[in-house]
């Protein structure tokens, strides 16, 4: 009886591991059914994120259907799953599999110092050259920066257009929007320094805004959530630089809020994915990582508000139709080594020197 029940599950799990195999895209490699048993026998993925787990859940409960695996799911802000993958490196205690970060500048940091293992995922070509590098770090999402406001205090018409018209909106009207104007503040947020020092190396207005924004006696936050916060309460009338895939949602739970990007120039990051160095479950890493490219996967992210960085997802929205919605001048932070300028320490302090001086600190 209990030969006839082992022969049971034997059977079903290699049904199980047949029908996977049977729905990969034709250009994964013949013996990926091999990385995916191997993956199953480990039996968990360590990640280490950023990611609000309301975004992620859709697809994490997606893996987990799909291949059995559990995910160990550790939200531990930017700076702080930087900070945590070099001090278990230093102790011989790797715990991470993944690391996904929306602080781009961090994760390329982390590859140039060591912490990252390569991997060629079958999806390389399914996402656009410019959201991978070196087979060790991959763009998972593509997410537009911009601004909300309390439309109780700001009528949509009134919302600046382009950069330089809202530089203009910020010097014109000093005395309704002093103390009521919000932005990350760069020394606590990894994800408002990337945002800040995008514009910094993207743009030559972005000292302009910080000045016009320091005008007004900007007030700094760590996330864009406390910032969302305070624009609904009314006790700040506007935030800028924030997490627009975060507006893109809140817009739909609260009526007195607006968000809004500039048609002239939306820059966007991505959450980007590694495989640590050491990782203790290094083919559920993998797995997981190929997942997060795949359709499947990056439908699953999209449905939570996630923005794919693919082309041919029909969930939510992907790359054009984010374009689409924003005005057409979507314009992705690359994934390349420029992301490392202002982690020179001498820039990075110029960086923070300048901009205490153009807010006024």
């Not at 060591?114 to 399914?126: A, F, N």
């Not at 320091?214 to 800028?240: D, F, L, R």
């Not at 997981?288 to 508000?305: I, T």
């Amino acid at each position: 009886m209990k030969l006839a029940y082992a022969s049971s599950l034997l059977v079903l799990a290699m049904a199980a591991t047949t029908s996977v195999a049977q729905e990969l895209p034709p250009y994964y490699p013949a013996d990926y059914a091999a990385l995916i048993e191997a993956a199953k026998a480990e039996g968990t993925v360590n990640v280490y994120t950023s990611t609000d787990s309301a975004n992620s859940q859709a697809m994490l409960d997606a893996f987990t259907a799909k291949y059995g695996i559990q995910v160990a799911y550790n939200d531990l802000g930017t700076n702080g799953a930087y900070n945590q993958v070099i001090s278990e490196a230093a102790a011989g205690q790797v715990t991470a599999d993944v690391v996904w970060s929306s602080a781009m500048d961090l994760q390329m940091t982390l590859i140039m110092d060591g912490y990252s293992d390569k991997y060629q995922t079958p999806e390389w070509e399914s996402i656009p050259s410019w959201a991978l590098y070196d087979n060790q770090l991959w763009a998972t999402t593509v997410e537009p920066i911009g601004l909300i406001y309390n439309t109780n205090a700001l009528s949509e018409d009134r919302i600046p257009k382009t950069r330089a018209e809202l530089i203009a909106f910020f010097n014109d009207n000093q005395a309704e929007l002093d103390g009521k104007v919000a932005t990350f503040d760069p020394e606590k947020s990894g994800t408002g320094f990337l945002h800040h020092t995008n514009d910094a190396r993207q743009t030559t207005d972005w000292w302009d805004l910080a000045r016009a924004m320091g005008a007004n006696h900007v007030k700094t936050y760590s996330s864009s959530g406390s910032m969302k916060e305070t624009v609904v309460s009314g006790e700040n009338v506007i935030a800028v630089n924030i997490i627009g895939s975060y507006g893109l949602q809140w817009v739909e739970e609260s009526p007195n809020l607006g968000v809004a990007f500039a048609t002239d120039y939306t820059p966007a990051f991505s959450r980007l994915a590694l495989i640590t160095k050491g990782a203790p479950h290094p083919n559920a890493a993998k797995l997981f990582v190929d997942f997060m490219l795949s359709k499947e996967g990056q439908e699953a992210l999209a449905s939570g508000g996630l923005p794919s960085v693919r082309e041919d997802t029909t969930t939510g929205l992907n790359i054009n139709s984010l374009n689409e919605r924003v005005g057409g001048g979507l314009r992705p932070i690359f994934v390349d080594e420029g992301l490392l300028e202002y982690m020179d320490p001498t820039k990075r302090v110029g960086f923070f020197n300048e901009w205490k001086a153009a807010i006024g600190l």
